[in-house]
């Protein structure tokens, strides 16, 4: 069964500062990949995603993501963090085909905190 | 367009008392789930609908769980005889189609309170 794990549970970064946030899944063979954000109160909202192809995505708000199979990662970045972005993370997998295939499988999430 | 809307956006019941939570998809998505997010389990997938096919309920926790699709539109989840382990935001999603992978449009979710 794939799985999803996202090893910082809460994350503090001063406005303007990099961000980094980690994701690790586990899946036999190439997985779909997602970030999505949530603000308190809100659903869930695609930031990016990875297919196939490049492995540097870039997504909205100016957050990108790389996929380095050799470390079954997809870690979030962005290089310039504004205080808006505070908000809960969540790293999702998914099957490229086959039964199943439309069944997200969610990290925990890391919560971020900005501050000003 | 709209997105996704959910009704209600939040529910307090009692202990043993039904619930109906409902979904309204994006017109014209023919793919919706329904995902449950709580405190000690994260992001769970519930339920998968897709046009007139027979639902994936694989992702239901018990037989106290149901859902309904009419008309291949709005949804309804249903949890009979709540339990407090119930307590959690239920969120709905809606997609053109699955294959190939199509954006899972979410909505804001009901947050269900089981006292």
């Known amino acids: 069964a794939q799985s999803v794990t996202q090893p910082d549970i809460h994350i503090t970064v001063s406005e303007g500062a990099s961000l980094e946030l980690r994701c690790n899944y586990s899946?036999?063979?190439?997985?779909?990949l997602f970030w999505y954000v949530q603000s308190p109160g809100q659903g869930l909202q695609l930031l990016l995603k990875y297919f196939s192809g490049d492995t540097l995505v870039q997504g909205i708000k100016g957050f990108e993501a790389e996929f380095k199979r050799s470390q079954s990662s997809f870690n979030l970045r962005k290089p310039s963090v504004h205080w808006s972005d505070a908000a809960e993370y969540f790293c999702?997998?998914?099957?490229?085909?086959?039964?199943?295939?439309?069944?997200?499988?969610f990290g925990k999430g890391t919560k971020l905190s900005v501050i000003p | 367009g709209a997105g996704v809307s959910q009704s209600p956006s939040n529910k307090v019941t009692e202990k043993g008392k039904d619930v109906e939570l409902r979904c309204d998809p994006i017109?014209?998505?023919?793919?919706l789930y329904w995902y449950r997010q709580s405190l000690g389990q994260g992001l769970e997938f519930l339920i998968y609908?897709?046009?007139?096919?027979?639902?994936?309920k694989s992702g239901l926790p018990s037989d106290r769980f149901s859902a309904e699709r009419t008309g291949g539109s709005v949804s309804t989840l249903t949890i009979q005889r709540t339990q407090q382990e119930d307590s959690a935001v239920y969120l709905c999603?809606?997609?053109?189609?699955?294959?190939?992978?199509?954006?899972?449009?979410f909505g804001p979710g009901t947050r269900l309170t089981v006292l």
């Open positions: 999702a997998v998914t099957r490229g085909s086959g039964a199943g295939s439309y069944q997200l499988t």
């Open positions: 999603a809606s997609s053109p189609q699955t294959l190939p992978y199509n954006e899972q449009f």
């Open positions: 899946y036999g063979a190439t997985p779909y």
């Open positions: 609908f897709q046009g007139n096919s027979a639902p994936d």
């Open positions: 017109s014209g998505h023919t793919a």
